[in-house]
């Protein structure tokens, strides 16, 4: 039972080829998707990686993430003490005992304190599992106490089991010195000796249980979730540097393939997402639509493309259609099998909150939008209500249908001017719901009267102010979306517009992000940037301090916070307009969570599961606010629909501007 | 068997004002639609063209420009496209307009046998209800107006069976081929053109036919055909609404108020 060169090195051979061969059907699978260039500033992704596969930033945002970082860093550790295992089974002389005797010492200390450390987490894991699993980590297709994750678990505690065993011999037959091993030492002096453990032996037998639990896991990993061990770390270099609500633009000429109906139609970067995720299932504990009972759970999209394509390979490689359909049509549900549920796709608001907390960097909205592309493009499937949404823009330019003309009715007795190039500054860009919901008009008035007060000199388009076209490009209309850009940006470039005003977080986002894919660069403000800044620089002075709105509660809008990094500016601007900080949702800032209406939901029916306002009204409400304050039309909408549904009695929602409107009256 | 719809091109009647001054519709820069009844009829033409394999063909008489509103039906599916446009068939009423159209699916015909020809209840711009009728009568078709749902059809045997939305009731009505059918919105949610179609239809050419074409005396069309004419076009005076019951006291009594309220002026059926 000693080692045996030769038999470690049949064995070796036998697990590297199981391992190279699942790499091979793996990455040559990802091989298969459209080209995509994620190689640019290495420097700023070289950084990004460090921060969050070796500093493990994201694994760490929950409890059990220490846990995490200690095996990861484990694994990094005893990486070189593995190395040295194979090295040393295969040729003798080829071990630390090469080394000068410090530094061979320093490294034993180190990797005998690391093993223990790599024990403690892996039982950790396992109680974890065993005793309080959350609910997070289980979905459709893999549970908590899956036999994977405990398999995986127990290879682990086995590798650090047999490296004891192995130093303990060692350490009783005296070839290793014990003061480099405090552990293996305390091993052999408490336990081999005491029960009368034969050291060369227990050598032996320890150094077979390590070489096969070793090889076992190397053979095992490309089969598994494990496969992150691989492809994390690459993962987090060669996630979106660009604002990941910002789609690539689609070529149209006839004859192409429109979106992705194919799991090949995905660039190979969003196979790798599929083959990097963790099934850590932070992506499903963030996601309004799966916390409220929708058939999305961004896991089980991730998981589907990744079994897809491993379904689909053989025909893929041949060439030939694949049997297994990406996207299952309307009524079925995403079990992560497979295929995509069209329902589920339609349920992403696509607020971002699944890849804000995504340890590895996965894309999952970006893909969801990619098949909504591909639904509403080449099939023309998608919820009956969008069809009224699509016509409407396309023959009216809002969501509403209504007529153009009436884009100025917000006005009243106010003098609005149209924008002049070289004479007005700003231009205002009113946004359809500014322009045409009851409810939003006061928004614009408040906004009209702020910019009045402070002494800005702004414009409008007036009637020719068409739609900025977000919410067609979030529900995969690309087409419409493209023609609609292309007319607006060339509207704004002939109008000689540079800064822009916006009290829409969406027009906010599309004009500042997604038009620069038109060749326009536009300083595109918020609102709430524009009036944080105002009234720092004192231009702004309000006549009064508010406070009969009583207690505010500020909500975060997705298309401004998680999208746009603006958490500041519109706190900035409560503070000073009430002098008291506003309170805050248990959810905010960048784990705020979705009013239900982005990325066209707005336009949808909501008959799945819980309404999504509803469960952040209910969330508000325990907060006990006077008024709840927004900076966006579609959550003001979705606050007072909910308020009204829960019957919120005497709480307001106000945007910001009218918060600090009410501050102008005397 | 060919399958003929009729659509029109006609302005956005929501963004239509009237010229206080010269009591005339201001129609400049009010964008055209096709006629929202119309979208209905090729869909149903389009339906059928699904389910039997019919060949479709749309039809418009208009200016030039209704060019894009046939465009539109070949994005949406439509096998053939034609736009009879002429200046001698301006200024055309019901009557008129019926001629041409009739004379246009008659020599379609000569090419293949036309079973159904289908159109909308009516246009947003003119409201008469009277082309499709006209048509009928010209070609000798039996006409099923106000369709809101085709029960069956046997092209075999040559006969159709359809449902009549009427004033408060249904009405089945079975009848030979060759009909021609008017529909109403109910009978149908218009599909939305896939981007390939769109691409597609961009390519394609829409056939113009001009009189030439058609070579009908030029007494019976245009405005020299026409024994009606628009006098006048005015806005009525709406008059003041009122406010039924008291809403913010008694929301449940107002509503039920504002019922029977509809439902004495036959506006709502219970």
């Known amino acids: 039972m000693s080692p045996n060169p030769k038999l470690f090195a049949v064995l070796l051979l036998l697990s590297a080829s199981v391992f190279v061969i699942g790499c091979y059907r793996r990455f040559s699978l990802v091989a298969l998707g459209r080209p995509e260039y994620r190689l640019d500033s290495a420097g700023a992704r070289f950084s990004r990686m460090l921060r969050l596969a070796f500093g493990q930033e994201r694994v760490l945002g929950k409890p059990f993430g220490a846990n995490h970082f200690v095996i990861f860093w484990s694994f990094i550790i005893l990486a070189v003490a593995n190395a040295e295992f194979l090295a040393s089974a295969l040729l003798p002389q080829a071990s630390l005992a090469a080394l000068p005797t410090p530094l061979q010492h320093a490294l034993l200390f180190l990797f005998d304190l690391v093993s223990l450390l790599a024990l403690f987490g892996v039982l950790i894991a396992f109680a974890r599992r065993l005793f309080f699993p959350e609910p997070s980590l289980s979905s459709d297709y893999v549970k908590a106490r899956s036999p994977e994750a405990f398999l995986i678990l127990s290879l682990i505690a086995v590798l650090m089991l047999a490296y004891f065993g192995l130093h303990a011999g060692r350490i009783a037959l005296g070839s290793e010195d014990p003061s480099a091993l405090p552990i293996s030492a305390f091993i052999a002096a408490n336990l081999v000796a005491p029960l009368a453990i034969v050291p060369s032996t227990l050598a032996a037998w320890s150094w077979w249980l390590h070489a096969l639990a070793l090889l076992s896991f190397l053979a095992y990993l490309p089969q598994s979730k494990h496969m992150h061990i691989l492809t994390a770390i690459p993962n987090c270099f060669l996630g979106h540097l660009d604002r990941p609500n910002t789609q690539p633009r689609e070529e149209f000429a006839r004859g192409m393939s429109l979106g992705v109906g194919r799991v090949d139609e995905f660039t190979w970067k969003d196979l790798f997402d599929s083959f990097s995720c963790t099934e850590c299932g932070r992506c499903q504990e963030t996601c309004p639509a799966a916390a409220t009972g929708k058939s999305l759970n961004p896991r089980n999209v991730i998981h589907a493309i990744k079994t897809n394509l491993l379904n689909n390979g053989t025909a893929l490689r041949a060439g030939e259609k694949p049997p297994l359909p990406l996207l299952e049509p309307a009524g079925e549900t995403t079990s992560g099998e497979g295929s995509a549920g069209e329902q589920a796709i339609w349920a992403c608001t696509t607020c971002g909150a699944c890849m804000s907390v995504c340890p590895v960097l996965i894309e999952h909205m970006p893909k969801i939008v990619k098949m909504r592309r591909h639904l509403v493009q080449m099939k023309a499937s998608f919820p009956e209500e969008l069809t009224t949404f699509f016509e409407n823009i396309e023959a009216r330019s809002n969501p509403w249908g209504i007529a153009p003309t009436e884009r100025t009715k917000w006005h009243g007795t106010l003098q609005v001017r149209p924008f002049e190039a070289g004479k007005t500054d700003y231009l205002l860009y009113v946004g359809c719901a500014g322009a045409f919901d009851a409810r939003q008009k006061q928004v614009t008035v408040a906004l009209a009267t702020i910019l009045d007060a402070a002494g800005i000199s702004w414009g409008t388009l007036g009637k020719d102010e068409r739609c900025c076209g977000d919410s067609l490009r979030r529900l995969g209309n690309e087409y419409v979306f493209e023609r609609s850009a292309r007319d607006n940006v060339s509207l704004l470039a002939e109008r000689g517009v540079k800064k822009i005003v916006t009290q829409c977080p969406h027009c906010f986002s599309a004009l500042k992000n997604d038009y620069r894919q038109y060749g326009i660069e536009l300083e595109v403000m918020h609102h709430s940037e524009l009036i944080a800044s105002l009234l720092a620089s004192g231009r702004l002075e309000l006549k009064r301090r508010v406070a009969d709105l009583g207690r505010l509660l500020f909500h975060d809008s997705c298309y401004l916070g998680r999208h746009n990094d603006v958490y500041a500016a519109p706190r900035q601007v409560l503070a000073a307009a009430t002098g008291a900080a506003p309170a805050e949702f248990v959810r905010n800032g960048v784990r705020s969570f979705c009013c239900g209406a982005g990325g066209g939901r707005m336009w949808q029916e909501e008959q799945e599961g819980e309404r999504i306002n509803l469960n952040r009204v209910r969330e508000a409400l325990r907060q006990k606010p006077d008024t709840v304050c927004v900076s966006c039309p579609y959550c003001l909408t979705m606050m007072e629909d909910g308020l009204k549904d829960l019957q919120g009695g005497a709480v307001k929602v106000k945007d910001l501007a009218e918060v600090v409107a009410e501050g102008l009256r005397a | ?270």
């Open chain 2, 1 to 270: 068997m060919l399958v003929v719809v009729c659509i029109k091109q006609v302005p956005d009647t929501t963004q239509v004002q009237i010229d206080p001054v010269t009591n005339t519709l201001v129609r400049e820069g009010i964008p055209f639609i096709v006629n929202p009844y119309d979208a209905h009829a090729l869909e149903e033409a389009l339906r059928l063209k699904d389910r039997f394999g019919f060949r479709v063909a749309a039809l418009s008489m208009g200016p030039p420009n209704a060019e894009a509103t046939l465009k539109k039906a070949l994005a949406l599916g439509v096998d053939e496209a034609i736009l009879l446009s002429d200046r001698v068939f301006g200024g055309a009423d019901t009557l008129a307009t019926s001629r041409v159209l009739s004379e246009a699916i008659e020599r379609l015909n000569q090419q293949e046998q036309v079973g159904i020809v289908i159109c909308g209840k009516q246009t947003i711009d003119g409201d008469t209800a009277q082309v499709g009728p006209g048509i009928a009568t010209r070609l000798g078709y039996t006409q099923l107006t106000l369709v809101d749902l085709i029960e069956k059809l046997d092209p075999q045997q040559g006969r159709i069976t359809v449902r009549r939305k009427l004033e408060g009731r249904h009405e089945i009505v079975e009848a030979p081929l060759p009909v021609l059918l008017t529909v109403v919105r109910e009978v149908n949610r218009p599909r939305y053109p896939t981007v390939p179609m769109r691409l597609e239809s961009e390519a394609a050419t829409v056939q113009v036919w001009s009189n030439q074409e058609l070579q009908l005396d030029q007494n019976g069309i245009g405005l020299k055909g026409s024994p009606t004419w628009v006098s006048r076009i005015f806005s009525p005076q709406r008059e003041k609404g009122e406010i039924v019951g008291d809403g913010a006291a008694d929301p449940t009594g107002a509503a039920h108020l504002l019922i029977d309220r509809l439902v004495s002026r036959d506006l709502l059926v219970v």
